[in-house]
């Protein structure tokens, strides 16, 4: 019995699919919305303090290292290490669709222009979205989902993408809709990768990674 309702709280395939699509539907159409109403402008450059690039990227690197030590240390047997490997796929699945948008928009950064509407520029204009404000969404969202109803302090994580977000925008790597936009889709994979009982790359792995390495000394 209790194997029955494992298999049914798993979401089918074609119904995890069918839900990307209509997040990234539903994220393009409010990009259009905003980008229509002129929500996009450049602000004043600002590569200091708090906004610096390199607190950027200690906050990026900082958190696919965090995932990564997590998910090997815990294994995914327990609560917290699925959790981590949730985490794992969902980033995964955000960079390869952020990668796939920013080579189909092409859209040029502030730093390269500041038109605003400057799409379909061709190699080397990848403004649309960011890729770090999907990463650090991506990761994020399944701990808020698994654990801020228990503990409120976890939607404190929120405020790691929301930073992210502010700061890309300051130094003009991006413009307002894209970090909009990696906000979105972050979010979509990370629901995504929660809403699955196994995670996927775990499960191509050897056992040995299903344990975790706490459990194996």
């Not at 990009?31 to 390199?54: C, M, P, Q, T």
């Amino acid at each position: 019995m209790s194997l029955t309702i494992r298999a049914a709280r798993l979401p089918p395939a074609q119904s995890l699919g069918r839900l990307f699509a209509l997040s990234l539907f539903g994220l393009l159409f409010c990009v259009r919305v905003l980008y229509a109403g002129g929500f996009d402008h450049l602000v004043e450059y600002d590569n200091g303090g708090i906004w610096k690039r390199s607190n950027q990227q200690v906050l990026y690197y900082g958190l696919i290292g965090g995932e990564i030590a997590g998910a090997l240390w815990f294994g995914g047997e327990d609560r917290l290490g699925k959790t981590f490997w949730q985490a794992i796929d969902s980033s995964a699945l955000g960079g390869v669709a952020n990668e796939a948008l920013k080579h189909v928009f092409t859209r040029s950064r502030p730093a390269q222009s500041p038109d605003p509407h400057l799409w379909f520029q061709g190699a080397g204009h990848y403004s649309f979205p960011s890729g770090e404000v999907t990463a650090v969404t991506a990761i994020v969202t399944p701990f808020v989902l698994e654990y801020g109803r228990e503990h409120p302090a976890v939607y404190a994580l929120e405020l790691l993408p929301a930073y992210d977000a502010i700061a890309r925008v300051k130094v003009h790597a991006h413009w307002q809709t894209d970090v909009l936009a990696s906000f979105a889709l972050g979010s979509a994979t990370g629901y995504l990768a929660h809403s699955r009982d196994s995670p996927v790359i775990l499960g191509v792995l050897p056992h040995g990674f299903m344990v975790g390495v706490r459990k194996q000394f």
